[in-house]
């Protein structure tokens, strides 16, 4: 049987680039692009590796393991041991996890699948099929997707809710830092942009401003009068619909900042994609908190050690 090896291994490339993107989705890992992209390349050489140096070393079961650990450096690069060996056991979960429900799609439709020591290598005919490409190309992404959201829905049901945590915000280029509660009742977020929308009081967010613009804020809050806000930020300024506790519905000053720093015991989370809502008052009566945080945030979150 011909064996078409470009073929052969684009697809492994692609099915280990997809198992990288899936490790950083997890893991929250900030390394760029190209270096998930070297890693899936690292990583898919183990198919011409199989096919020209079958008894090679890396096939054996000792040398894809020390091979493992190659594919983990140029893909995340390391920062410290601890982080390493979490992306390191986050890589074979992933693989084992991807793995078996391909082989649980490939038994339930019968696909002429063939799985050789170094990845998904041929089909019937050396390259595969219309049926075996699509089961490949749809079955792939489809148990991807599933992982991940299964994944996701796990990691937001054991988030640890009302707990404090460190709050570092950062608008216009200045930075102050209080503390913020993590409130599982918080399900706002921007109709347009779908960002969520943690809430921060007049005793923190009067950082940023005059007594003045604050009272600029107030009233245009109080008569949905949004004229007449503040210049100094006004290019951060948005206007977010919501629906008060009393039913109605009503708009809020939300303000878009450069980022959100969250300190999670080792880690700090950052995010970008979130906006902040002014709450003229205090949240906590014994000002414990200054900010309630959206449970939805580590998500949209990039993860480094603290």
Request: charged share 15%; aromatic share 14%; net charge neutral.
């Amino acid at each position: 049987m011909t064996i078409y090896l470009d073929a052969v291994w684009l697809l492994n490339f692609f099915l280990d680039w997809m198992i990288l993107l899936l490790v950083q989705s997890i893991t929250r890992n900030n390394a760029q692009k190209w270096r998930v992209l070297l890693g899936a390349m690292v990583a898919s050489l183990l198919v011409p590796i199989a096919l020209f140096a079958p008894e090679s070393f890396v096939i054996t079961t000792f040398g894809k393991a020390l091979y493992s650990l190659v594919i983990v450096l140029a893909a995340f690069g390391f920062i410290n041991f601890r982080q390493f060996v979490h992306h390191l056991l986050s890589f074979y979960f992933v693989s084992f996890a991807l793995g078996g429900g391909l082989i649980a799609i490939h038994f339930f439709l019968g696909n002429q699948l063939s799985v050789n020591n170094g990845g998904i290598l041929t089909f019937q005919t050396g390259y595969g099929d219309q049926l075996s490409w699509l089961f490949v190309l749809f079955g792939f992404p489809f148990i991807w997707w599933f992982t991940k959201s299964r994944m996701d829905k796990q990691a937001l049901e054991t988030f640890r809710y009302d707990q404090l945590y460190q709050v570092t915000i950062r608008i216009k280029g200045k930075s102050f830092s209080t503390m913020g509660y993590m409130d599982s009742g918080n399900q706002l977020v921007d109709p347009i942009s779908r960002k969520p929308v943690i809430i921060c009081d007049q005793t923190f967010m009067s950082n940023w401003f005059t007594r003045e613009e604050w009272n600029q804020l107030q009233h245009a809050q109080e008569h949905l009068s949004f004229e007449s806000l503040p210049d100094s930020i006004g290019d951060a300024i948005q206007i977010v619909p919501y629906q008060g506790v009393d039913g109605n519905r009503t708009f809020m000053i939300v303000l878009k900042p450069d980022e959100l720093l969250v300190n999670d015991e080792n880690n700090q989370l950052t995010i970008k994609k979130v906006l902040v809502g002014l709450q003229f008052g205090d949240l906590a009566p014994d000002g414990s908190y200054h900010c309630l945080l959206h449970p939805t945030i580590y998500k949209q979150s990039v993860a480094t050690s603290a």
